[in-house]
Structure formats: C-alpha cells, structure tokens
C-alpha cells in the first residue's frame, strides 16, 4: 500500500499536490498545454511568480554582498565550495567525498567537511562511513559560518575546509568555486525555483567557476558531451578547469544476512563481502530509492542488463520509508520470485538510502534470513535478495591543460591555497 493511500486527506492533498509540483518542474512552458486546467492555469503560474521573486531575492542578495552592505566571513584556513546550478542529480555528494579522500590521502591534509544548512542526515552518514579511518571530519553541527569559525579554532590542525552545498552560501568567503552540472539536463526546464529546478540562473553561477565538472556524461553520445563541454565552457571564465565524471556501479552489499549466520548472536548490517553485479542480470529489480534523480539508478540497471525495473520515481528525495513501504516492497518481491519469469528477484536501494535509515532496514531485513525464498546473495543462492547498489564517482576526462587527473587536482589546490594566502594578507593589511 502507497504511502499517499495510507495518508489521511490532507496528507493525500499535499502528497498530490506536490507530485503536481515535480511534474512541472520537468517541462518547459510548451508542454504545459497537455497539463490538467487547475496545473496550467493556477498551479504553474502561481509557481512562476514566486520564481520571479526568489529571483529578485537572489538578484539583491548578491547585489549586497558585492557592495559590501552584507559581508561574508573568512575562515582561517582554505575553503573549496562545492555546489549545484540544479536540485538533484550532479553528483555533488560523491564529488565532495572523492576529493576530500584525494587531499586527505595525497596531500596529508586534515579536513573538514562543512554541510551547508547541517547536510541532510543520509549524506552526513554516509561520507562519515564512506571516510571513516581518513584524517576527515563531517560536520552536521556548524551549520553557521561562525559556528564553523568557532569549530576550527578548537581543532587548529584543520588545513582545509570543503564547503558541501556551498555554491549559494554568500555569507562564508570561499577560495575556489566548484559547480557540478547534470549532463542529462544542466538547465532543468530553464525556470527558476520553484517552477523550475534551477537554483540561479546559470550565467550568474557559472561565471564565478573556478572549476566545473559535469557529470553522467557516460549516458550522453560523444557528440553531445563535447557539445556540452563546449557549451558550458563558454559561459564560464577562461581559467575554468574542466572535469567529466560519472557514476560507476562498484558491487552489491546484502541486507539479508547468510543462512549459515542465523543463530541468536545474529549480525545484522551489510554484509562484509561484496557480491558482484552480474546478480542483476536478468533479475527483476525492485527499488527502493528515495534520491534527487532515480533515473540515474534505472538507468545504471538496464546497462547491467537488468531485466525489469520497478519503483524508480516513486520516492521523493530523501525520502522516510515506513515499516509499511519495506513490507509492501518485501512482498512484491516475493510475488516476482514465486512467479518463475526471471533469473533473480532483486530489491535495490543506493548507500544514500541506506545510510538515512541503517537501523530500521537492519532490523527488517535481518528477519528475512529464515524465509525459504529469500537470499543472502551467496554464489549459488537462489530466491530475492536486498541490496545496497554501491558506486563511485570516476573522472571520465579531465582538463586537458593538465597532464593528468592528479596534475588538475594539485592544480586546484595550489590556487585555493593561493586565493587564501591573499584574502589573508589582504585582511590584516
């Protein structure tokens, strides 16, 4: 049973009504006219005025802090923003842990990943795990930039700062800009939040680059990658450092843990050992993904080889399962697998998705290990599985003014480093 069936009236209206919402976002003005009335003629122009005041908002908020009517606070060591010209799907979260792991591994530096806003609690978990052991702290509790200022003379071993989220944050002076893109649609419908998905509008954003990595290029033709390159490298400065990353499936991790486990000391958790992907050829995939753009996972599936797909799009971003939703998604999976059409049944969710609610999929698929159809995923296991689909971002190509992918890293450390031994000296002169 949905969540919006389960719902009492207003939470169908809101559910609904922000269903309607998403729909819009996805399409410019022309395909309004397929829309019912009350979306064409009162929702999307409601939603097209507060647009055009969010922009006159972010118009004047970057107008005073140009003028320095409002002032932007330093912090005492390096600052790298990370941030997205859309809502959803550019890769940001993988970005910032690819890098901070590089610096840290590389460049011995002690970091700080500061979350605008205090992150959301999935990708604050997440990177904790992903980091852990790493001269790396994620913080979910500076969520100002005194507060961050505070944190930092309190651990003064600190050299670096990555601004998650950062691309909108004008109070905090950053040293290098980084704005991830989605190759897919790095203008959203061209439309402003909230008829659109656009943050700012991409001249304003991309002129402020210092760097600019666009992501999923994998699912574009070459003629359209370098299309795109071309594009948005024209509305950004020249001494712009190009990336192109994508996604890359690295492996499956099961919630269910081995029948060879069950005993009353029982494990919970993932299981330690990575299961290979070719489980989901020809599988049935249910997924249970609550992300910014599930058709990234679709996607990512059929090229797996992937033989059914369902659930991809049900979820909002950062979506709170229900013990009802994992039950329902249990016996739709058990309902695939009884009826013998494929190879494997598999219910799928990404790390971000586990990582907002590790305790209560623990505790629900831990139960699963005695049901005589389901699956630890083991070699030679049959019935469904549950599973954590693991990926890590990949440099594709990098700017071709550097020599290589480390080369173009140091390179953007160096003028981070830069930038803020100037900001300094020109602050105590």
């Not at 998403?22 to 009162?42: G, M, N």
């Not at 959301?120 to 005194?146: N, Y």
Request: net charge neutral; proline share 5%; glycine share 8%.
């Amino acid at each position: 049973m949905s969540a919006a069936r389960r719902a009492g009236p207003l939470e169908r209206l809101l559910w609904g009504l922000r269903q309607r919402v998403h729909e819009i976002q996805k399409v410019d003005d022309s395909a309004l006219k397929t829309f019912p009335a009350s979306s064409k003629y009162l929702l999307a122009p409601t939603l097209r005025l507060l647009a055009s005041l969010y922009a006159t908002y972010n118009g004047a908020r970057h107008f005073f802090y140009r003028q320095g009517v409002l002032r932007s606070l330093g912090l005492p060591c390096p600052v790298i923003s990370i941030g997205n010209l859309t809502n959803g799907g550019t890769g940001k979260t993988p970005f910032v842990e690819y890098l901070s792991r590089h610096y840290a591994l590389s460049h011995r530096m002690p970091t700080m990943i500061l979350q605008r806003g205090g992150g959301t609690v999935d990708e604050t978990v997440m990177l904790q795990h992903l980091l852990e052991g790493l001269p790396i702290v994620v913080s979910d509790r500076a969520t100002s930039s005194a507060e961050a200022r505070e944190y930092l003379r309190e651990n003064p071993e600190t050299r670096l700062v990555l601004l998650d989220d950062g691309l909108q944050h004008l109070p905090l002076v950053r040293d290098f800009e980084i704005v991830m893109v989605n190759s897919l649609n790095p203008f959203g419908n061209g439309h402003l939040l909230p008829r659109g998905t656009l943050r700012e509008q991409p001249k304003d954003a991309l002129r402020r680059a210092d760097a600019l990595v666009l992501h999923n290029v994998d699912l574009l033709g070459p003629e359209r990658r370098e299309a795109l390159a071309r594009q948005m490298t024209s509305l950004a400065p020249r001494h712009t450092i190009l990336f192109q990353t994508q996604m890359e499936p690295a492996g499956l991790r099961s919630l269910i843990p081995a029948a060879s486990s069950l005993d009353m000391s029982i494990q919970t958790g993932l299981s330690a050992e990575v299961i290979p992907l070719s489980r989901l050829h020809g599988a049935a995939v249910v997924c249970l993904v609550g992300i910014g753009k599930p058709e990234n996972v679709a996607r990512q599936l059929q090229r797996l080889g992937a033989a059914h797909i369902e659930g991809c799009g049900t979820y909002d971003d950062h979506h709170m399962f229900s013990l009802e939703e994992l039950h329902a998604a249990i016996g739709r999976a058990e309902e695939l697998q009884r009826s013998g059409q494929y190879r494997h049944v598999c219910l799928v969710m990404t790390e971000k998705d586990y990582a907002r609610q590790t305790d209560l999929f623990d505790a629900v698929f831990s139960q699963q290990a005695a049901s005589p159809i389901s699956s630890s995923g083991e070699e030679g296991s049959s019935g469904w599985g549950a599973y954590v689909l693991q990926a890590r971002l990949e440099v594709v190509e990098h700017d071709r003014r550097f020599s290589s992918q480390t080369a173009t890293l140091n390179a953007m450390l160096r003028l981070a480093v830069d930038n803020f031994r100037r900001r300094s000296y020109l602050s105590v002169g």
